[in-house]
């Protein structure tokens, strides 16, 4: 047998009972094959079993088992859906999982102030099915939407697929309730359009990866649907030319809703999955959309198309209706996930770059994979800079590792070089944390700490993420 | 992916080998690595997971399921009882299978899971020991025995030794767990298909096509005119039809209940008995039959006798709409107002995920004059059939009967069409017990209904 980690082996903690004294029945899992599961989140290579998950209900469930981890100075790390890629939501040795998931209730959608109230535990998907209901928007859509919990996106401050036009998860919150790390709960925010009472506190935990507070609540801001949109598909014969193409594109002045992009490597693994006829011999394509007035999603479409054509695009496919830009959306999404196919572990990064330098930094990537024999697909949201190149590798190989490393290492640097930032979207979590000191300088790494010490002094809320 | 068995090497090389377990490896342990480490834990199946649906805990999730057979394969953990139970909660509908970017092959997992729970017998109990020796052991690896069964069920039922039974409350004298199952028997159908199909039928016109019908096993005994709708339909298409009169189980009960030895055992014996056939294809019209009869490559696998017998006999099964599609079957005539009205279609699980046929069925239909194909909201969500789910886990199959019938409703059709007997058998039960006034049919069976209707010329 090999020898198992202490926290799997070791007693459980003598806490247990008085845990789930406090709490309703149920609501605490013990057995090995209930936590096993919560492990891990969509990281590669991380993996700690936590000594007890909590399914909480209620806010005040919440409250009682955060103010229970004070007490006893447990750490306590809270979770979504577990689809994070910086391992944000997995455990700590010996610690809990306070998971959400359950905390469902879609609690309001109010069509006159365009604002939709939920609990964390909705998906996001959930969210934008319920504003579509009313005729609204709500337009932040990662690819893991249809699982994500909006709780999860706002701790991650989630990106999407619709960046560039409609900004991110931060954009879109007006309100939020917290379980702060003493157990006590506030309310911040409202629903006003304009609002300078004081700091504004509930940005401080937008993206704060379960550091700073347990978010029970949340006031989320919706726009009106735009009323009509245009898919298209552009191929390319090389990288340059579908980078140049982006440039392109906002240099005229055009700001689609998405404009993604696909090397070759992804373009055949999303189809391996997909099967809805991309073709797998181009270089690059790029998927790009545009919504809003009927005159000007034409014009906008046509102008993209010319501008593709123009940079030496192969060919532009115009989706022939609704059903078709939604198979390339969703096509889209899976190409994290659909990398796996090729080798056993998927390492993505999610670095990201002003838009300028794009260019440059596709390809120093390709270079870096040449540098290190190493096999990298790039695919991400080229119209925000946001690129995610994905290491295609074997987690059980050590040399081959050591090359991973090495070549994070180096993009990375160049990223920084460029002005650039190591994460866009997916967080700092654990996989991120090395690197974080080198982009915020030790001013402003320790200025993070000191929030953080501020905000929960005996580090009990997912120690050991972000920061140490 | 070119250079996958040099990574699954790579992967065995840094694992503790035989040697480390003691020599005693289980079906986990002997599976490819490469399998298990698959799964990358994105998550993006778990919104697709009927049991996941239910009860909102990784455990009861794709995800969830694969990393307790990982920690096992890792040997992190033991099969526990609750490792068992996990593995008979799972419906085995593969919707995760369709969902998963990544390609985990679930359906193996999930085989050799449960293959292992039973080796080890983590679940044993007298009662559940000896369902499983008369049922996989015997019954359904004994095709004579099986028709003998049928027959007499029929006799019970027809000469109202049932209605009887019932009213004289005789079923008390059953143990609880039978005494529930006893109203869920199906109807017995009085002639099976070795009464309803010669052994080889030729088509009218000259033959363009050799091909066999599988006749199933509880399809034979409770649905044999879907299995003479199918020859029909064949026929109409210029197909030559041969169907042995006594066929084995195909074995997918056994697979899927962690039973790979006698389900090899069948396996073989299916092989044997069209190999010296020359067929075009092999025609199953059971989505649950079909999904598992194309894995017999994979089953046979390890067999070095039969790997390659096996893989040219998964090369040649198709499903009855899958091969009608795919050959150009012909439409039929007719005027539209003898046509079957509003039909909605239920996707059986082993015909959507399991072989990822969707199209095919629809296309069917849409040529039948007078049929109006309504969408069904969620068609590809689990009715609760799942072979033999309903008996094992009655709770959580009576609430996806449940969601099932209600997105029936909503459609309001004349017909249900689906094209598995258990999910036939699921709906018709469901839509009797809630005096629903559609039928309950096989895709196949409105196709023939339709040629034979067909004005003469
Ligand atoms: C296939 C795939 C595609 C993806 N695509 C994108 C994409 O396009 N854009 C993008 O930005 N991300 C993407 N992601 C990453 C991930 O889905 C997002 O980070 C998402 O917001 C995580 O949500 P979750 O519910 O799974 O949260 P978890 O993974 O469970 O948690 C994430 C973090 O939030 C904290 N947290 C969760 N809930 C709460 C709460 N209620 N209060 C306080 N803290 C909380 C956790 O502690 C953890 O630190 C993708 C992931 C996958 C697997
Ligand atoms: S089974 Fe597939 S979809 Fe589900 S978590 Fe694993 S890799 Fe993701
Ligand atoms: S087979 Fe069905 S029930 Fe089982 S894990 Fe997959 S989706 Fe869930």
């Known amino acids: 047998m090999k020898p198992a980690a202490p926290q799997e082996a070791g007693p459980p903690p003598d806490w247990l009972e008085e845990l789930a004294r406090r709490l309703p029945a149920g609501r605490v899992l013990t057995a090995p094959e209930d936590l096993e599961p919560y492990a891990f989140d969509g990281t590669a290579a991380l993996r700690t079993r936590p000594a007890a998950v909590v399914m909480a209900r209620t806010r005040d469930e919440v409250a009682a088992t955060v103010r229970f981890a004070a007490e006893r100075k447990i750490p306590l790390v809270g979770r979504g859906s577990g689809t ?14 306070l998971c959400l998931a359950r905390m469902k209730r879609i609690l309001e959608v109010d069509a006159a102030n365009l604002t939709l109230s939920c609990e964390p535990g909705v998906l996001t998907a959930e969210v934008a099915a319920a504003a579509e209901q009313a005729g609204l928007f709500y337009p932040p859509d990662p690819g893991s939407m249809k699982i994500s919990t909006i709780g999860g996106n706002v701790a991650e401050n989630s990106g999407g697929l619709r960046g560039l036009k409609y900004g991110v998860t931060r954009d879109y919150v007006l309100g939020l309730e917290v379980v702060l790390a003493d157990g006590s709960v506030v309310w911040l925010g409202n629903k006003c359009v304009k609002d300078v009472a004081g700091l504004s506190l509930k940005d401080l935990f937008i993206g704060s990866e379960g550091c700073l507070g347990i978010i029970t609540r949340l006031l989320l801001k919706l726009v009106p649907k735009p009323p009509a949109r245009r898919t298209l598909l552009a191929l390319f014969g090389s990288m340059e030319a579908a980078a140049e193409t982006v440039s392109g594109i906002i240099a005229a002045k055009i700001i689609p809703c998405t404009l993604e992009f696909l090397d070759r490597t992804t373009i055949g693994a999303v189809e391996a999955h997909a099967r809805i006829g991309l073709p797998t011999e181009v270089a690059a394509l790029v998927l790009m959309e545009t919504d809003g007035h009927p005159a000007v999603v034409e014009e906008e479409a046509e102008g993209m198309a010319t501008i593709a054509k123009a940079n030496g695009a192969l060919e532009v496919r115009v989706a022939a209706d609704e059903a078709e830009a939604l198979r390339l959306a969703t096509a889209r999404r899976s190409a994290f996930a659909a990398l796996a196919r090729i080798r056993p572990t998927t390492i993505l990064e999610d670095v990201t770059v002003p838009r300028s330098e794009l260019a440059t930094m596709v390809a120093f990537i390709q270079a870096t994979a040449e540098k290190h024999d190493l096999r990298i697909a790039t695919f991400g949201h080229l119209g925000d800079g946001n690129l995610h190149p994905t290491i295609l590798t074997d987690e059980t190989n050590a040399a081959e590792m050591e090359r991973v490393e090495a070549a994070i290492g180096d993009i990375v640097d160049e990223t920084l070089r460029l002005g650039g930032t190591i994460t866009g979207e997916h ?6 944390k090395p690197y974080l000191r080198s982009q915020l300088g030790e001013e402003g790494h320790a200025l993070l700490r000191r929030v953080k010490a501020a ?14 | 992916m070119p250079d996958s068995a040099t990574q699954a090497r790579d992967a065995q090389a840094s694992r503790p080998g035989p040697g480390v377990t003691g020599g005693a490896r289980g079906f986990l342990h002997d599976l490819d690595y490469s399998v298990v480490q698959q799964c990358i834990h994105c998550g993006m199946c778990l919104p697709t997971c009927p049991t996941y649906d239910e ?7 794709p995800r969830g399921r694969i990393a307790l057979m990982r920690a096992v394969a890792d040997d992190r953990m033991e099969v526990t009882r609750a490792f068992g139970e996990e593995m008979y909660y799972c419906l085995g509908c593969l919707a995760c299978t369709t969902a998963c970017p990544a390609g985990v092959n679930y359906a193996e997992l999930f085989e050799r899971a449960r293959a292992e729970v039973e080796r080890l017998g983590v679940l044993d109990h007298p009662r559940r020991r000896w369902v499983r020796r008369l049922v996989l052991g015997g019954v359904f690896t004994r095709p004579r025995l099986l028709r003998l069964l049928g027959r007499l069920l029929w006799l019970h039922q027809a000469s109202g030794g049932q209605w009887l039974f019932r009213k004289l409350r005789l079923t008390r004298l059953l143990p609880a767990w039978l005494r529930e199952l006893e109203p869920m028997t199906p109807p017995i159908r009085p002639r099976f298909s070795d009464r309803l199909i010669r052994p080889i039928e030729q088509p009218a016109g000259p033959p363009r096509r050799r091909v066999a019908v599988l006749t199933g096993c509880v399809q034979d005994l409770i649905y044999p005119e879907i299995n003479r709708d199918t020859v029909d339909v064949l026929l109409a298409n210029g197909c030559t039809v041969v169907t042995p009169p006594l ?3 195909c074995g997918s009960l056994h697979a899927h209940n962690g039973d790979l030895a006698n389900a090899r055992g069948l396996a073989r014996a299916m092989i044997s008995l069209f190999e010296e056939e020359r067929l075009d294809a092999v025609i199953t019209n059971a989505a649950g039959c079909g999904s598992h009869l194309k894995h017999y490559d994979r089953l046979l696998a390890d067999d070095p006798e039969w790997r390659e017998r096996a893989a040219a006999w998964s090369a040649k099964v198709r499903d009855i709409s899958e091969f009608l599609v795919e050959t150009g079957f012909r439409a039929p005539r007719g005027a539209a107002a003898d046509g079957p009205g509003r039909v909605t279609y239920h996707e059986a699980c082993h015909l959507c995920h399991g072989q990822g046929i969707t199209r095919q069925p629809r296309e069917i239909l849409k040529t039948v004059p007078g049929l109006e194909l309504a969408e069904l909201a969620e068609s590809t969500w689990c009715c609760g059939s799942a072979g033999v789910y309903n008996i094992t886990q009655p709770e959580q199959a009576a609430k996806l009967l449940r969601r099932k019938l209600e997105r029936i409703a909503a459609v309001g059709p004349r017909v249900v069409a689906t094209a598995n007997p258990g999910c036939l058998l699921q709906l018709q039960n469901g839509a009797r017990a809630a005096g629903a006034a559609y039928a309950v049919v096989h895709p196949v069976s409105l196709l023939a209904a339709a040629y034979r209707a067909e004005p003469a010329d």
């Open chain 1, 84 to 97: 994070g890629l910086s391992g944000g939501s997995v455990p700590v040795a010996g610690g809990l999982v």
């Open chain 1, 427 to 432: 967080g700092v979590g654990l996989a991120k």
């Open chain 1, 455 to 468: 905000l929960d002094p005996d580090g009990i809320l997912n120690p050991g993420k972000v920061h140490d």
């Open chain 2, 55 to 61: 009860t909102g805990l990784e455990r009861n999730s």
């Open chain 2, 247 to 249: 066929q084995p189980c």
